[in-house]
């Protein structure tokens, strides 16, 4: 109770940055859960940060909560989807989840290119997709005004370019934004859940999974999500089990 | 100002009493023997000291104890108080000595004492008797009728001897000191007042078992009770004469009579302080004959064993081998043999424990050191020997102990093949990992949640997408308008062509009425005009020449083209003719020009 109100007051008199180092000395104490406290307080007031989730992550993951650790991680993850270090984080908070299936693996050139589009963030490609735009635009000027013969074939290059990483970055930052704006992402936030072939704790169990497992959600219904594996296993599991990311 | 008159009067009356302040110091003799307890007593009657007194340098005596007492008198009505600080002091030489003066600080004025000369004389002299304080827990004490004999303890009875096991020794071997109490009774409370550093020595103090109990042992024909007040083992550090200082105890005794009421109410006698005798013992530096490079300061007994925790091991799996010294002597200050070039394994640093324990007869124990060997190639290999060599006291010569070679059976792959690089290169050692953690916390990112709202939600964003768009739409649309511009203008002058020169010949009529010469320009103008509009070329580039060329390319008729010539021509004549033209005449130019424009406008094709 007291440790709420003090927390509150800090939370409310002190900048972000002191409220981090805060957290951080208790973290270095090891009193993990006044640090999730602490970080959690900052959540509440709206704040979506991806450092402040992987630091959470971090606090999470120390005090043995795996899945909500996985879960702060993979929401970091969505808001600096280049940082090497969630990235590491929660490879190897990965590496602990019992059970964790492993998707199959891509060709190379396919998975260099999954690789560049999970690391390349909806701001990032939003700025090359505008980026490309200008650049298209201008050659197109050029070709317009027709005033330099010399630079038609380059002029044209150019356009053409442009508008492959146009096409490409505004494809990508299509899917990203839907698959942002639906969160059609989840992970288990309970030691152990059970997929069931239906909608119903009646429905017969097809698998056990564990804390921290990331599945797709794929639909809803009576309080269950429609969920699939990375294996391709598709069932239902209770919706309180789960967290969205 | 009430203040004030009560601090005078308080001032006034510390300054009375100041006035019947004595500050006394005494010593309990003026001659004493150097093995005696010097008691100064320094008392203050009459007012309260400041704080306590404080005590010249002493160099000749070093202060065991202090203590206090106080007491109250009332002599006349008067009451007065005496307060003591009474100091053991122990004398550290034998000289003559002054003590003082003590200064004292009582109601803000400082008194000193006179000094007292005190001669210390070699031996004791005072025969230390204590007083026979009273038993405040005996009830029967005092109830007059039955006073029981006080048993009287004589303090020369009393002492305490240092006995050391050896009094000659060499360097770094053990002795054992063991400081005896002797008296004919049962000591309790023994407290050691006095124990000054012993320089020379490494020593271990040997833990006191409780389960010791005192001996009975005669000296001279008397018996005595001994008591082991304390142990330690001693190793000389450096050769020489060394000398071990005396101790200072104090200790008070059970006393018993023949009186069975003891056996109920035990009685302690006061306190009695007792000083041993200084100790030499002459210790001679080993001896230089008999030593290898395998001697490191080792001095007892001792004994070397090496093991292997597995004889047949995989490549690249570790082993323990575990090297350990055991025996009496200077254990803590032995270091492992040297351990010989290990070829075809990697050696990390030893891990070593130690259980030695001072004892009665020495530091005794073992010392071990385990090294983890990872074998990086298979076959057959061999480990040491070993030799380590120490200095036997009890033989006077050095030994040396040897173990090993010990031999261990590799398998399977070597996993560090040869380098390629030699020999002589030390062997490769793998980053060691020791655990895996997640990364640490990062800091508060400059403004928190900054990167939560996309770029693609920005008005920015739609602007760079949109600006290049309708820029170039602009631009699109400015140059239709252009084309369409020039094209126009053409269909427009081209129609608008017979109107100007209409308007022209109308002009050139108005001038035949003025009978001016510029009628003919006037014509010619309109003519050249009208091919200009209506061809869209320019009129100042055109010649009679260019305009043939221009009527015939929009299928004018041969006789009209000709008329057309024939009326520019008789323009230029007049030009370059003087002499007026009738007015006839101009208005006949002005009709032909005028029929000669209507039938080209007929005939003109685009």
Redesign the interface.
Known sequence: MNLALWLMLQAAFTTPADAFRQAEAIYQQERYGEAIEIYESIRANGVEDGVLYYNLGNAYFKSGQLGFAILSYERALKLLPGDEDVRANLTFAGTLVSGGLEPPPLPLAIGWGVDLYQRTGSGLLAQVLSLSFLIGGSAVTLLLLDRWPSLRTAALVVLAGSGVVALLAGASLVAKVRAESNRIEAVVVTENAYVRSGPGESSPRLAEIHEGLKLRILGEREGFLQVSLANGLTGWVPREQVERI | MVARTLICTLLAASAAMAQDVRVEATVNAERIGVEDVLELTISISGGDADGEPELPRLDAFRVASRSTSSQIQIVNGRMSSIRSYIYQLLPQKEGAFEIGPVELDVGGTVHRTSPIRVEVVPGSLIARRPRGLSNPFDPFEGLGGRRRPEPEIDADDVFVRAEVSKRSAFQGEQIVLTYWLYSPYVPVGVQVDDDPPLTGFWVEEVAPDPNRSGERRTIEGKPYLAFPVKERVLFPTSSGSLSIPPITLSTAFRLTSGDPFDAFFARASSPVVVRSQPVTIVVAPLPSSGRSADFHGAVGQFELQAKVSQEEVAAGDPVTLTLSIAGKGNLRSVTPPDLPELKGFRAFDPNTKETARAGSSGLEGEKSWEYVLVPESSGVKEVGPWRFQYFDPEEKKYVTASVGPLQMKVVGDAIAASSGLGGNVAPRRDVTLLR??????????PR?????R???ESP??YG??V???V??FA??LY?KKQEKEKTHSHLFRSRRAHRMARARLKKAAKLVSEGSKDFYDEIAAALYRYVADKSAASPSGLTSSSIAVLLAEHSVPEELRREFQDVLGTCEEVRFTPGARSREDMDSLRRRTEELIVAVERHWTK
């Open positions: 895996e953690d997640i990364r640490f916390l990062k800091p508060a990112p928190l949640g900054a990167e939560s996309s770029f693609h920015w964003f760079a997408l600006l290049p768009i820029w170039n631009l699109l140059l």
